[in-house]
């Protein structure tokens, strides 16, 4: 096994997952089968519990796998199919220290973080590195490994120490070791500045590593002398030395990365220039191509709760991407903060009150995603009543499809305080419930996660097109509420239909409403599985009806035609 590293200096935020997915990009256009770790050093088991203003999006994967949202650009760039084992955090290795400790399998020595932590690491690296995970059998050729957080860091240190230990194990022809870094330029001088960058390589020398490429994030390209000067100082060769520039689109970085010969250099270190063939990344070219020359544009509605950090939403706006570049648009996407359409925001924050309401009105389409908590649910089901009123396209996901139920059991049923008991536990006609295999005193991993099978109910419905005219899909969930079956006859006498179900037949899945030209609730999350050229279907759907071209799609949605 070959193991890139791919680590971070100077300051977090720098791009690390896109870069570490774009190395990985150009070393599978080179022939090569490539898989991914990434290394969180924070103390949580994972992602599961944190909020998204914390870390961003959680991700799921099919096995249930709650992880950084990074394992989702690796998923969408190289077309993998991660484990939840592919994200290494310091809570997953100390508990299973510790698990080993208390079963006596230490044998009575004392436990320390040199050996027992960072064995632990190794042996998982190790482990987890030769699990293939792009649907062929036998190990991968090349595993890229991220460090997360910033060289220095304290909870980083035994990741750093063990991650020393490997290099020293398997020689230095089987490792390489990718540095990320800043180089800013101070507004009064004008000069791009290497000192940041020298101080974090100094300190991971220290630290008993040193970098063989330097990755240089900066506004502009390189000049030849701030090279030579990172060169000299870093001790690496001019020809190691990438400069990953501000670009149009991410879409750019393995065209960048292939552009500076990266495929060459590195797979020279690593002895694979014999096996590797001429990348072929005609496709990325052709994609980054394509985004940079669209002019048209459709405004979607995002009314969310965490719509302060946009990367709290990022597989949905991603897949967005891609349902609008399949229908030749650029997504023009309008953040609105749901309790800014509350009726109390009106006496509050009156003007955000009233720009929300004009975006919301202004917009082709809306979108609901989902979430956690009370905050913001009354904005949400004015937005959703607001869609369904006004024939205005609507996608719900998880939350989004149990406040269109809401919304319609309050508004066309007239069922007085009707809710969800999320949100009051004493309501009289509780349309959305905690599901009874949940748990109510353990908040990480009990939900109902991962790939599970939908069953299609309506042959001719809007989803089942959708889908290709399957007679199931294989979506990822992450929800412990769900529509009360018990309820179910009475919302589809308020023309709701519940398309999709799962194999029990018992909890609804997909709900569509009759007389609306596109009105799409779904409990799964279609967008973690959305890539680039192979956009989801409720995705491409919403898209498709906001620009009033889902009818000649769906006669013929065979045809690639859009």
Same mark, same amino acid.
């Given at each position: 096994?070959?193991?890139?590293?791919? *680590?971070?200096?100077?300051?977090?935020?720098?791009?690390?997952?896109?870069?570490?997915?774009?190395?990985?990009?150009?070393?599978?256009?080179?022939?090569?089968?490539?898989?991914s770790i990434k290394i969180d050093p924070y103390l949580n088991t994972d992602a599961g519990t944190m909020s998204p203003f914390e870390h961003g999006e959680v991700f799921v994967l099919d096995d249930g796998g709650e992880v950084d949202l990074d394992l989702g650009n690796y998923e969408r760039f190289l077309d993998l199919r991660l484990t939840r084992d592919n994200n290494i955090t310091t809570g997953k290795i100390y508990q299973s220290v510790l698990e080993k400790e208390r079963r006596g399998d230490y044998l009575g020595k004392t436990v320390q973080v040199v050996p027992h932590i960072t064995d632990a690491i190794k042996n998982w690296i190790e482990s987890v590195s030769v699990i293939p995970v792009d649907g062929k059998e036998g190990s991968a050729d090349v595993c890229v490994i991220e460090l997360g957080g910033t060289v220095g860091d304290i909870e980083s240190m035994p990741f750093i120490e063990a991650l020393r230990q490997l290099f020293f194990s398997v020689g230095k022809d089987n490792f390489c070791l990718i540095h990320v870094s800043l180089i800013p330029?101070?507004?009064?001088?004008?000069?791009?500045?290497?000192?940041?960058?020298?101080?974090?390589?100094?300190?991971?020398?220290?630290?008993?590593?040193?970098?063989?490429?330097?990755?240089?994030?900066?506004?502009?390209?390189?000049?030849?002398? *701030?090279?030579?000067? =990172?060169?000299?100082?870093?001790?690496?060769?001019?020809?190691?030395?990438?400069?990953?520039?501000?670009?149009?689109?991410?879409?750019?970085?393995?065209?960048?990365?292939?552009?500076? !010969? #990266?495929?060459?250099?590195?797979?020279?270190?690593?002895?694979?220039?014999?096996?590797?063939?001429?990348?072929? =990344?005609?496709?990325?070219?052709?994609?980054?191509?394509?985004?940079?020359?669209?002019?048209?544009?459709?405004?979607?509605?995002?009314?969310?709760?965490?719509?302060?950090?946009?990367?709290?939403?990022?597989?949905?706006?991603?897949?967005?991407?891609? #349902?609008?570049?399949?229908?030749?648009?650029?997504?023009?996407?309008?953040?609105?903060?749901?309790?800014?359409?509350?009726?109390?925001?009106?006496?509050?924050?009156?003007?955000?009150? #009233?720009?929300?309401?004009?975006?919301?009105? !202004?917009?082709?389409?809306?979108?609901?995603?989902?979430?956690?908590?009370?905050?913001?649910?009354?904005?949400?089901?004015?937005?959703?009543?607001?869609?369904?009123?006004?024939?205005?396209?609507?996608?719900?996901?998880?939350?989004?499809?149990?406040?269109?139920?809401?919304?319609?059991?309050?508004?066309?049923?007239?069922?007085?305080?009707?809710?969800?008991?999320?949100?009051?536990?004493?309501? $009289?006609?509780?349309?959305?419930?905690?599901? $009874?295999?949940?748990?109510? *005193?353990?908040?990480?991993?009990?939900?109902? =996660?991962?790939?599970?099978? *939908?069953?299609?109910?309506?042959?001719?419905?809007?989803?089942?097109?959708?889908?290709?005219?399957?007679?199931?899909?294989?979506?990822?969930?992450?929800?412990?509420?769900?529509?009360? $079956?018990?309820?179910?006859?009475?919302?589809?006498? #308020?023309?709701?239909?519940?398309?999709?179900?799962?194999?029990?037949?018992?909890?609804?899945?997909?709900?569509?409403?009759?007389?609306?030209?596109?009105?799409?609730?779904?409990?799964?999350?279609?967008?973690?599985?959305?890539?680039?050229?192979?956009?989801?279907?409720?995705?491409?759907?919403?898209?498709?009806?906001?620009?009033?071209?889902?009818?000649?799609?769906?006669? !013929?949605?065979? !045809?690639?035609?859009?």
């Amino acid at each position: 096994m070959k193991y890139v590293l791919v *680590t971070g200096g100077v300051v977090s935020g720098l791009g690390k997952g896109v870069t570490a997915s774009s190395i990985g990009v150009v070393l599978k256009a080179c022939g090569l089968r490539v898989t991914s770790i990434k290394i969180d050093p924070y103390l949580n088991t994972d992602a599961g519990t944190m909020s998204p203003f914390e870390h961003g999006e959680v991700f799921v994967l099919d096995d249930g796998g709650e992880v950084d949202l990074d394992l989702g650009n690796y998923e969408r760039f190289l077309d993998l199919r991660l484990t939840r084992d592919n994200n290494i955090t310091t809570g997953k290795i100390y508990q299973s220290v510790l698990e080993k400790e208390r079963r006596g399998d230490y044998l009575g020595k004392t436990v320390q973080v040199v050996p027992h932590i960072t064995d632990a690491i190794k042996n998982w690296i190790e482990s987890v590195s030769v699990i293939p995970v792009d649907g062929k059998e036998g190990s991968a050729d090349v595993c890229v490994i991220e460090l997360g957080g910033t060289v220095g860091d304290i909870e980083s240190m035994p990741f750093i120490e063990a991650l020393r230990q490997l290099f020293f194990s398997v020689g230095k022809d089987n490792f390489c070791l990718i540095h990320v870094s800043l180089i800013p330029v101070l507004g009064v001088v004008g000069e791009q500045k290497t000192k940041p960058t020298q101080h974090s390589v100094r300190e991971l020398r220290a630290l008993g590593l040193t970098p063989h490429f330097l990755a240089c994030r900066s506004a502009q390209p390189l000049l030849e002398s *701030t090279t030579q000067k =990172l060169s000299q100082f870093c001790h690496v060769p001019v020809g190691n030395i990438l400069n990953i520039h501000d670009v149009p689109n991410i879409w750019h970085i393995p065209l960048l990365l292939q552009s500076q !010969n #990266a495929h060459d250099a590195i797979l020279r270190h690593l002895e694979l220039l014999s096996v590797a063939k001429s990348p072929n =990344l005609q496709e990325w070219t052709d994609r980054a191509e394509i985004f940079d020359n669209l002019t048209n544009s459709v405004r979607i509605a995002m009314v969310g709760k965490y719509v302060g950090l946009t990367d709290s939403y990022l597989s949905v706006v991603k897949s967005l991407l891609h #349902a609008c570049i399949a229908c030749s648009l650029k997504p023009a996407i309008d953040w609105i903060a749901a309790s800014d359409l509350e009726d109390e925001s009106a006496i509050s924050t009156p003007e955000a009150h #009233a720009m929300a309401w004009k975006t919301l009105r !202004n917009a082709a389409c809306v979108l609901v995603p989902g979430g956690f908590g009370d905050r913001g649910v009354k904005g949400m089901i004015l937005a959703a009543k607001y869609a369904r009123e006004n024939k205005v396209p609507y996608l719900g996901i998880c939350l989004g499809m149990q406040i269109s139920v809401i919304e319609i059991a309050r508004n066309v049923l007239g069922l007085e305080g009707a809710n969800s008991t999320e949100f009051d536990d004493q309501t $009289p006609n509780p349309v959305v419930i905690f599901m $009874p295999e949940g748990s109510k *005193t353990h908040m990480g991993s009990t939900m109902r =996660l991962g790939s599970r099978r *939908t069953l299609i109910q309506t042959p001719d419905c809007i989803t089942a097109k959708l889908y290709h005219n399957s007679k199931y899909v294989d979506e990822r969930h992450r929800h412990r509420y769900e529509v009360n $079956p018990e309820m179910v006859s009475i919302l589809e006498e #308020a023309g709701l239909k519940f398309v999709g179900k799962d194999e029990t037949g018992k909890r609804m899945e997909i709900l569509e409403l009759a007389d609306h030209p596109f009105y799409l609730g779904v409990q799964f999350h279609p967008e973690y599985k959305s890539g680039p050229g192979r956009p989801s279907a409720p995705f491409l759907g919403f898209i498709l009806a906001a620009i009033g071209k889902l009818g000649p799609y769906l006669e !013929n949605p065979q !045809n690639g035609s859009l």
